[in-house]
């Protein structure tokens, strides 16, 4: 006690935080975890269908009768938003355990994914930090996570 106030030490004053590193792309994701030696990036398959569409191919829609047709680039479009939204979620799966991580990627996807992790309350008190690159090599990534690593408090 210290004038009259107690004074709380804290459990584990030097507890390192939990860190991860993301880079994503539209059809994968690799995960890197800095530790000490050597490690490979684990990768994760975003399961979002992308079919290239050919000059000269037929439109997508089916024809029912003289006058009506299927939609089925609508159900295309919502097909692919829901996958994406599928690979969003396991993404953010793999954010739940860890204190504070890295997220690199494209700008439209890394922007998705914000938006998708600040509906969620959970990842408030995270310390989440975004980066916009379009290509980068694995070395490169696991170089930017380790910094990120050493600067996180």
């Known amino acids: 006690m210290y004038l009259g106030v107690h004074i709380f030490k804290p ?16 059809t994968r994701a690799l995960f890197f975890i800095p530790q000490n030696g050597p490690q490979q990036p684990a990768p994760l398959e975003s399961g979002i269908e992308i079919r290239v569409r050919y000059a000269g191919e037929t439109h997508s829609g089916a024809n029912v009768g003289n006058f009506r047709s299927t939609n089925n680039e609508y159900s295309q479009h919502n097909r692919t938003n829901n996958q994406l939204k599928q690979y969003l979620s396991t993404l953010a799966e793999h954010l739940e355990p860890m204190d504070a ?7 439209i996807l ?34 930017a996570v380790n910094k990120f690593a050493k600067t996180v408090i």
């Open 101 to 107: 991580a890295i997220i690199m990627g494209p700008k």
């Open 11 to 26: 459990m584990h004053p030097h507890k390192p935080l939990k860190t991860l590193g993301i880079f994503i792309n539209h």
């Open 110 to 143: 890394v922007n998705q994914f914000k938006n998708y992790l600040n509906d969620d309350k959970k990842y408030a008190q995270k310390q989440l930090h975004f980066e916009h690159q379009d290509k980068m090599t694995e070395s490169e990534f696991q170089m």
